[in-house]
């Protein structure tokens, strides 16, 4: 029940187009879903959060879609650039009570934008 | 801006012998995490630190780990005897009281155990 479902594994997109990557959630009780965005030997940043209160959150080209019904939350690259290439994490936390927001990560996204 | 820090970028032990991996939490955060990512693999929580204890850990934070703040800024997670399988990027990250769940990740320390 912990377990954030990440799709797909790998994802080709030509430079200009949109990227969609989606993530899935079984716990009901999350209650804040970032993505993050990693280069090669780099640690993971992060780009954009939403809460479950709104349902989509825009900064620049990123958007984040969430539907609370179907569990499923999905981030939107616009104008994809080859800058973008990265692997990309969502992930999901919730407040544990114990003074700690562990995060749950799903498998990643390995994007590559073409020219 | 602001940042997580950790040292060494790089570290290769011999199976069996003690490794401390350091980190200096972004100033006036008060919850401090160590995660790690085996190669080509998902980022994996290990501990959650918060006021001077252990918050949560997963069950991969067995008996040869532990964490300390042995002064107001350094964060270290100790691997008392490293195996084979430890081997893998571990990143620090910590978080501001005010905006709870948001965390921030240091560039990490890949750790080669041979």
């Known amino acids: 029940q912990q377990q954030v479902k990440q799709s797909p594994q790998s994802l080709i997109v030509q430079k200009g187009g949109i990227s969609i990557i989606n993530c899935a959630y079984e716990n009901t009780a999350f209650d804040y879903f970032p993505w993050y965005q990693q280069f090669p030997g780099k640690g993971p940043a992060l780009l954009i959060a939403?809460?479950?209160?709104?349902s989509e959150k825009k900064e620049g080209r990123f958007t984040i879609s969430f539907n609370k019904s179907a569990k499923q939350f999905s981030l939107h690259i616009m104008d994809s650039q080859p800058g973008d290439s990265a692997t990309y994490f969502c992930a999901a936390s919730m407040d544990s009570g114990a003074g700690s927001y562990q995060l749950t990560f799903g498998k990643g996204t390995k994007l590559s934008v073409i020219p | 801006e602001p940042e997580v820090t950790q040292t060494p970028s790089h570290q290769v032990t011999q199976m069996g012998q003690e490794v401390i991996l350091r980190c200096v939490p972004i100033s006036n955060h008060l919850y401090f995490y160590w995660y790690r990512q085996i190669l080509g693999q998902k980022v994996e929580f290990l501990v959650s630190?918060?006021?001077?204890?252990?918050?949560?850990k997963s069950e991969i934070f067995d008996d040869q780990f532990s964490v300390e703040r042995p002064d107001g800024s350094n964060f270290t997670l100790k691997i008392r005897s490293t195996k084979l399988e430890d081997s893998a990027m571990y990143f620090c990250?910590?978080?501001?009281?005010?905006?709870?769940?948001?965390?921030?990740f240091g560039e990490g320390s890949w750790l080669t155990v041979v």
């Open positions: 630190f918060y006021n001077n204890e252990i918050s949560e």
């Open positions: 990250a910590s978080g501001p009281r005010t905006s709870g769940n948001t965390i921030y």
């Open positions: 939403i809460r479950p209160d709104v």
